[in-house]
């Protein structure tokens, strides 16, 4: 295999490379995650916010799972193959030489909380919208520092609309994620209420603080005045008594040792 068809060691690099492949087959793959917040977020990339990224992800259509094995092979990765054969939502690719892997979710994105994407693909070019991309993060149960981070960076660098509009967080969207799942709502507005704590830690300075916690508070705003489904007041009558989310298996190791395997 020449050099040109391998995996690139800057990570920034190979997402671009894995795009561009994507685009020239006509195959629709966009980034979500960390890259996905680095792309569209410039404070994700300076202190305080900047924080280590070790992977890729992506999402794409599940019909053209074909189509993305094979990209994928020209691209000079090796497929996980149990967890691909098992998984039909899913699949894992290997970056043997940098050690690194991508994800690729199909149609939907499901992880403590599953969000279908099918209909969201075609309203961005390199990733997912920003109030998905937000939403990916908020749905996180045990949320952790870096996750916070990118959460922040989301915030600081985009203003919350009442709708779509460019560049912007779509708080009429999130709400209506929120509206119909209380499942989804009690994670948002639980990780909502926490960004306040993590903030001090952080080392923001004042006007990032405040531009962060005014645009999480319209946002909370937005989800508690939007009308709530039958099904989410039913949900709501049972509160914490039931679990209302998943918690992921532990994943392995970025690149399996014995690689051929699972």
């Known amino acids: 295999m020449s050099d040109s068809a391998l995996p690139r060691e ?4 190979e997402a671009e490379r894995i795009l561009q492949g994507a685009e020239a087959k006509g195959i629709t793959l966009r980034l979500l995650g960390g890259m996905a917040v ?18 890729i992800d992506v999402v794409g259509r599940r019909r053209e799972t074909a189509k993305i094995n094979q990209l994928f092979k020209e691209l000079g990765y090796k497929p996980r193959e149990r967890f691909n ?24 994105f ?10 969201r693909l075609a309203l961005e070019q390199k990733t997912i919208p920003l109030s998905d991309l937000l939403s990916t993060k908020l749905q996180i149960v045990e949320i952790n520092e870096k996750d916070v981070k990118d959460i922040f960076a989301i915030l600081l660098d985009h203003e ?49 603080n405040r531009r962060i916690m005014d645009r999480a508070a319209k946002l909370r ?42």
């Open 221 to 262: 705003n937005s989800i508690e005045a939007a009308p709530k489904s039958m099904g989410w007041k039913m949900r709501a009558t049972v509160g914490e008594r039931k679990r209302w989310y998943e918690l992921p298996e532990a994943d392995k190791e970025v690149v399996d040792s014995a690689v051929t395997g699972s």
């Open 10 to 13: 800057s990570l920034d690099e």
């Open 38 to 55: 680095s792309v569209r977020c410039p404070s994700a990339s300076r202190p305080p916010l900047s924080r280590r990224r070790v992977d």
């Open 85 to 108: 054969a098992l998984h039909g939502s899913r699949l894992i690719f290997n970056d043997i030489g940098n050690q690194r892997r991508v994800d690729v979710f199909l149609d939907v």
């Open 110 to 119: 499901e992880m403590c909380h599953k969000f279908d994407f099918r209909d």
């Open 160 to 208: 919350v609309s009442e709708g779509a509009e460019p560049d912007g967080i779509d708080a009429h969207h999130i709400s209506k994620l929120c509206a119909e799942d209380w499942g989804i709502y009690k994670t948002f507005t639980t990780n909502l209420d926490k960004l306040a704590k993590y903030a001090e830690g952080i080392g923001l300075d004042p006007e990032q």
